[in-house]
Protein backbone atom coordinates (compact mmCIF):
# COMPACT_ATOMS: atom_id res chain seq x y z
CA UNK A 1 0.00 0.00 0.00
CA UNK A 2 1.86 3.53 -0.84
CA UNK A 3 -1.02 5.70 0.74
CA UNK A 4 -1.48 7.44 4.01
CA UNK A 5 -2.95 4.89 6.40
CA UNK A 6 -4.69 5.75 9.62
CA UNK A 7 -5.92 4.02 12.41
CA UNK A 8 -8.25 3.15 13.56
CA UNK A 9 -11.00 3.86 11.16
CA UNK A 10 -13.74 4.86 13.56
CA UNK A 11 -13.11 5.35 17.27
CA UNK A 12 -16.57 5.79 20.04
CA UNK A 13 -15.10 6.77 23.36
CA UNK A 14 -16.43 8.18 26.63
CA UNK A 15 -16.09 12.08 27.53
CA UNK A 16 -13.58 12.32 29.64
CA UNK A 17 -11.57 9.44 28.27
CA UNK A 18 -8.24 9.76 26.41
CA UNK A 19 -8.00 8.67 22.76
CA UNK A 20 -4.82 8.24 20.46
CA UNK A 21 -4.97 7.74 16.53
CA UNK A 22 -2.45 6.89 14.28
CA UNK A 23 -0.78 7.62 10.68
CA UNK A 24 1.60 6.04 8.92
CA UNK A 25 2.64 8.53 5.96
CA UNK A 26 4.17 7.64 2.49
CA UNK A 27 7.39 6.49 3.19
CA UNK A 28 8.89 9.31 0.99
CA UNK A 29 7.50 12.25 2.43
CA UNK A 30 9.11 14.28 4.87
CA UNK A 31 6.10 16.10 5.86
CA UNK A 32 3.27 14.69 8.04
CA UNK A 33 -0.01 17.15 8.65
CA UNK A 34 -2.85 16.58 11.05
CA UNK A 35 -6.46 18.16 10.39
CA UNK A 36 -9.84 18.12 11.40
CA UNK A 37 -12.90 17.86 10.04
CA UNK A 38 -16.08 18.59 11.14
CA UNK A 39 -19.42 17.54 9.11
CA UNK A 40 -20.40 20.43 6.26
CA UNK A 41 -17.27 21.82 7.21
CA UNK A 42 -13.74 21.86 4.97
CA UNK A 43 -10.38 20.11 7.19
CA UNK A 44 -8.98 22.87 9.33
CA UNK A 45 -4.93 22.91 9.99
CA UNK A 46 -4.28 21.40 13.53
CA UNK A 47 0.04 20.72 13.03
CA UNK A 48 2.67 19.51 10.86
CA UNK A 49 5.67 17.79 11.37
CA UNK A 50 8.94 17.68 9.12
CA UNK A 51 10.86 14.62 9.97
CA UNK A 52 10.49 14.37 13.60
CA UNK A 53 10.20 18.10 14.34
CA UNK A 54 6.71 19.93 15.15
CA UNK A 55 6.92 22.59 13.27
CA UNK A 56 3.95 24.55 13.81
CA UNK A 57 0.45 24.43 15.83
CA UNK A 58 -2.88 25.79 15.41
CA UNK A 59 -4.48 27.55 17.74
CA UNK A 60 -6.89 25.06 17.44
CA UNK A 61 -4.76 22.64 19.24
CA UNK A 62 -5.81 23.10 22.94
CA UNK A 63 -3.59 21.66 25.71
CA UNK A 64 -5.81 18.65 25.68
CA UNK A 65 -4.09 17.60 22.54
CA UNK A 66 -0.61 16.24 21.43
CA UNK A 67 0.82 14.74 18.27
CA UNK A 68 4.43 12.88 18.11
CA UNK A 69 6.16 11.94 15.48
CA UNK A 70 9.28 10.26 17.36
CA UNK A 71 11.29 8.72 14.42
CA UNK A 72 9.94 10.81 11.22
CA UNK A 73 8.22 8.08 9.85
CA UNK A 74 4.53 7.63 11.78
CA UNK A 75 2.64 9.93 13.84
CA UNK A 76 0.43 9.86 16.79
CA UNK A 77 -2.38 12.08 17.67
CA UNK A 78 -3.73 11.60 21.15
CA UNK A 79 -6.29 13.53 22.85
CA UNK A 80 -6.78 13.66 26.73
CA UNK A 81 -9.83 14.05 28.30
CA UNK A 82 -12.22 14.24 25.47
CA UNK A 83 -15.36 16.31 25.63
CA UNK A 84 -17.99 15.93 22.60
CA UNK A 85 -17.04 19.13 20.56
CA UNK A 86 -13.90 16.75 20.08
CA UNK A 87 -16.02 14.64 17.70
CA UNK A 88 -14.72 15.13 14.47
CA UNK A 89 -13.33 13.28 11.32
CA UNK A 90 -9.38 13.64 11.81
CA UNK A 91 -7.03 13.90 9.00
CA UNK A 92 -3.49 12.53 7.96
CA UNK A 93 -1.72 13.95 5.40
CA UNK A 94 1.75 13.91 3.81
CA UNK A 95 4.13 15.26 1.25
CA UNK A 96 7.58 16.27 0.42
CA UNK A 97 8.83 19.80 2.25
CA UNK A 98 8.98 21.49 -1.20
CA UNK A 99 6.75 24.29 -1.67
CA UNK A 100 3.77 23.86 -3.66
CA UNK A 101 3.82 19.71 -3.68
CA UNK A 102 0.01 18.46 -3.38
CA UNK A 103 -0.94 16.44 -0.13
CA UNK A 104 -2.11 13.27 0.14
CA UNK A 105 -4.70 12.63 2.44
CA UNK A 106 -5.73 9.11 4.36
CA UNK A 107 -8.83 7.99 5.20
CA UNK A 108 -9.00 9.61 8.54
CA UNK A 109 -10.08 8.60 12.10
CA UNK A 110 -13.42 9.46 12.61
CA UNK A 111 -14.04 10.17 16.54
CA UNK A 112 -17.36 10.43 18.20
CA UNK A 113 -17.30 11.50 22.03
CA UNK A 114 -20.24 10.10 24.05
CA UNK B 1 -7.35 37.10 7.58
CA UNK B 2 -7.18 34.34 5.10
CA UNK B 3 -9.82 32.64 3.93
CA UNK B 4 -11.48 30.39 1.23
CA UNK B 5 -14.80 30.04 0.44
CA UNK B 6 -17.12 29.02 -1.94
CA UNK B 7 -20.20 30.82 -3.68
CA UNK B 8 -22.48 27.91 -3.95
CA UNK B 9 -23.04 25.19 -1.23
CA UNK B 10 -24.72 22.67 -3.62
CA UNK B 11 -24.89 21.68 -7.08
CA UNK B 12 -27.19 19.39 -9.31
CA UNK B 13 -25.94 18.84 -12.57
CA UNK B 14 -27.32 16.47 -15.26
CA UNK B 15 -25.52 13.78 -16.18
CA UNK B 16 -23.28 14.32 -19.39
CA UNK B 17 -23.64 17.86 -18.79
CA UNK B 18 -20.72 20.41 -17.95
CA UNK B 19 -20.13 21.67 -14.16
CA UNK B 20 -18.76 25.04 -12.56
CA UNK B 21 -17.75 24.81 -9.02
CA UNK B 22 -16.12 28.12 -7.81
CA UNK B 23 -14.19 29.36 -5.06
CA UNK B 24 -13.37 32.65 -3.61
CA UNK B 25 -9.64 33.01 -1.94
CA UNK B 26 -8.87 36.09 0.26
CA UNK B 27 -4.79 35.67 0.92
CA UNK B 28 -2.92 37.65 -2.00
CA UNK B 29 0.11 35.91 -0.31
CA UNK B 30 -0.74 32.13 -1.57
CA UNK B 31 0.81 31.16 -4.74
CA UNK B 32 -1.03 27.61 -4.75
CA UNK B 33 -4.14 26.07 -5.07
CA UNK B 34 -5.33 22.80 -5.35
CA UNK B 35 -8.78 21.21 -5.85
CA UNK B 36 -10.06 18.11 -3.54
CA UNK B 37 -12.41 15.61 -3.94
CA UNK B 38 -14.20 14.18 -0.75
CA UNK B 39 -16.62 11.06 -0.68
CA UNK B 40 -19.06 10.40 2.36
CA UNK B 41 -16.44 8.59 4.98
CA UNK B 42 -13.33 9.46 3.17
CA UNK B 43 -10.72 11.83 2.81
CA UNK B 44 -10.07 14.40 0.24
CA UNK B 45 -8.82 13.14 -2.66
CA UNK B 46 -6.39 15.35 -4.85
CA UNK B 47 -7.50 16.23 -8.32
CA UNK B 48 -5.98 19.03 -10.01
CA UNK B 49 -3.92 22.01 -8.53
CA UNK B 50 -3.07 25.31 -10.25
CA UNK B 51 0.38 27.42 -9.34
CA UNK B 52 -0.13 31.25 -9.36
CA UNK B 53 2.32 32.03 -12.64
CA UNK B 54 -0.84 30.12 -14.42
CA UNK B 55 -4.11 31.28 -15.14
CA UNK B 56 -5.42 27.61 -16.75
CA UNK B 57 -4.47 24.02 -15.81
CA UNK B 58 -6.30 21.14 -17.52
CA UNK B 59 -6.63 17.40 -16.54
CA UNK B 60 -8.18 14.58 -17.72
CA UNK B 61 -12.11 16.03 -18.25
CA UNK B 62 -11.10 19.03 -15.11
CA UNK B 63 -10.21 22.53 -16.02
CA UNK B 64 -9.20 24.72 -13.08
CA UNK B 65 -9.15 28.99 -13.61
CA UNK B 66 -7.57 31.09 -11.50
CA UNK B 67 -8.13 34.47 -11.47
CA UNK B 68 -5.75 36.60 -9.14
CA UNK B 69 -7.33 40.27 -10.22
CA UNK B 70 -10.38 39.31 -8.52
CA UNK B 71 -9.22 36.00 -5.90
CA UNK B 72 -10.88 33.72 -7.54
CA UNK B 73 -10.79 30.17 -8.87
CA UNK B 74 -12.83 27.48 -10.21
CA UNK B 75 -12.67 23.93 -11.20
CA UNK B 76 -14.55 22.72 -14.40
CA UNK B 77 -15.83 18.99 -14.85
CA UNK B 78 -16.89 18.31 -18.22
CA UNK B 79 -19.14 15.22 -19.40
CA UNK B 80 -20.34 15.38 -15.32
CA UNK B 81 -20.47 11.44 -14.46
CA UNK B 82 -22.56 9.57 -11.38
CA UNK B 83 -19.10 9.01 -9.91
CA UNK B 84 -18.71 12.60 -9.59
CA UNK B 85 -20.98 13.16 -6.84
CA UNK B 86 -19.22 13.94 -3.94
CA UNK B 87 -18.12 17.67 -2.17
CA UNK B 88 -15.28 19.23 -3.71
CA UNK B 89 -12.98 21.61 -2.31
CA UNK B 90 -10.83 24.27 -3.21
CA UNK B 91 -7.56 24.74 -0.94
CA UNK B 92 -4.91 27.56 -0.56
CA UNK B 93 -1.43 27.39 0.02
CA UNK B 94 1.25 30.16 0.82
CA UNK B 95 4.87 27.79 0.08
CA UNK B 96 6.19 30.89 2.43
CA UNK B 97 4.11 29.33 5.34
CA UNK B 98 4.79 25.80 5.58
CA UNK B 99 2.53 24.09 3.21
CA UNK B 100 -0.62 23.75 4.95
CA UNK B 101 -3.48 24.21 3.10
CA UNK B 102 -6.63 26.32 4.07
CA UNK B 103 -9.36 25.15 2.96
CA UNK B 104 -13.25 26.32 1.94
CA UNK B 105 -16.55 25.14 2.85
CA UNK B 106 -16.95 22.59 0.04
CA UNK B 107 -19.58 22.76 -2.28
CA UNK B 108 -21.74 19.12 -2.85
CA UNK B 109 -22.49 18.05 -6.59
CA UNK B 110 -25.34 16.24 -7.00
CA UNK B 111 -25.17 14.24 -10.46
CA UNK B 112 -28.69 13.48 -11.45
CA UNK B 113 -29.27 10.48 -13.98
Known amino acids: DTGVSQNPRHKITKRGQNVTFRCDPI?????LYWYRQTLGQGPEFLTYFQNEAQLEKSRLLSDRFSAERPKGSFSTLEIQRTEQGDSAMYLC????????????FGQGTRLTVV | GESVGLHLPTLSVQEGDNSIINCAYSNSASDYFIWYKQESGKGPQFIID?????DKRQGQRVTVLLNKTVKHLSLQIAATQPGDSAVYFC????????????FGGGTRVLVKP
Open chain 2, 91 to 102: AENNGAAGNKLT
Open chain 1, 93 to 104: ASNWGTPNTEAF
Open chain 2, 50 to 54: IRSNM
Open chain 1, 27 to 31: SEHNR
